[in-house]
């Protein structure tokens, strides 16, 4: 039924049968008939134009247009971390959960491969340093989580070493005290540093430990290693390492 059939057969149930007081139609139907118009046979066909229907009519398209918007459960995908710190050749799985999806349907990116590569299951790897964003997406969706990837670089640099202990023989008047950056030494994890060689808080890596850069009151090109006994401080003696330094 075309629009401009649609409405006369509004105008004509509305009108006529009102002047007649024709509740059944009956009448305008076999008029209308008569006039060659294909008829209104359900509330749907009239519903705004105000036609009288009956009422079981106008609840059987009620109950077919609920049907039809029956809501699909909403996937979700979360990523556990916001952000994760990753040293340079290393590779880390990101933590996620997600529901009414499958770990298939979920699509990794990176912001810039060349510096983190993510895998098909969440997994990367730091080629550079930088901070680079990694989103989850569920497929055929605007759904997603992201992680800031903060991808330490490093470069190598020569440093005499030597070692140092909380006591009096190394520290003097500051035996026993916090380190510069007011933490408590720890063995196998503080080093003191030169500040305008290294920042306070930096990661260095001598041989297989990553130590922290957390203490001053060395110059230039030296690092002095912390440990618990004095005994153990002056067995390191002087060594010349080449550190990584991550920034
Ligand atoms: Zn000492």
């Known amino acids: 039924m075309n629009l ?62 609920t049907e039809t918007a029956v809501v699909k459960p909403s996937a979700s995908i979360h990523i556990s971390k916001d952000s994760v710190t990753v040293k340079k050749g290393k590779k880390y799985q990101i933590k996620y959960t997600y529901t009414n999806t499958s770990k ?32 989850a997406r569920i497929k055929g969706t605007d759904i997603q989580d992201q992680i800031v990837v903060k991808a330490k670089n490093y470069y190598k640099m020569r440093f005499k070493t030597t070692g140092y202990c909380n006591g009096r023989y190394c520290c003097g008047k500051w035996a026993g005290h916090r380190t510069a950056s007011g933490k408590y030494p720890k063995a196998n994890h503080t080093i003191a540093v030169d500040k305008r060689v290294i920042k306070l808080g930096t990661k260095v890596k001598i041989g297989n430990t990553v130590y922290t850069a957390e203490d001053t009151g060395v110059r230039g090109r030296v690092i002095d290693v912390y440990y618990r006994s004095h005994k153990q401080a002056s067995r390191h003696g002087v060594q010349w390492v080449t550190a990584k330094v991550y920034y």
């Open 4 to 65: 401009f059939e649609k409405s006369f057969a509004s105008l004509f149930y509305r009108h006529v049968c009102e002047i007649i007081r024709c509740r059944c139609h009956i009448f305008c139907f076999f008029i209308l008939l008569l006039a060659g118009v294909s008829v209104p046979v359900s509330a749907t066909d009239l519903n705004s134009n105000g036609s009288s229907s009956t009422s079981v009519e106008n609840q059987l398209s009620a109950e077919e247009a």
């Open 104 to 135: 298939k349907n979920i699509i990794w990116t990176s912001s810039n491969s060349k510096i983190v590569k993510v895998n098909s299951k969440g997994k990367i790897t730091v080629k550079g340093g930088g901070k680079v964003i990694i989103t």
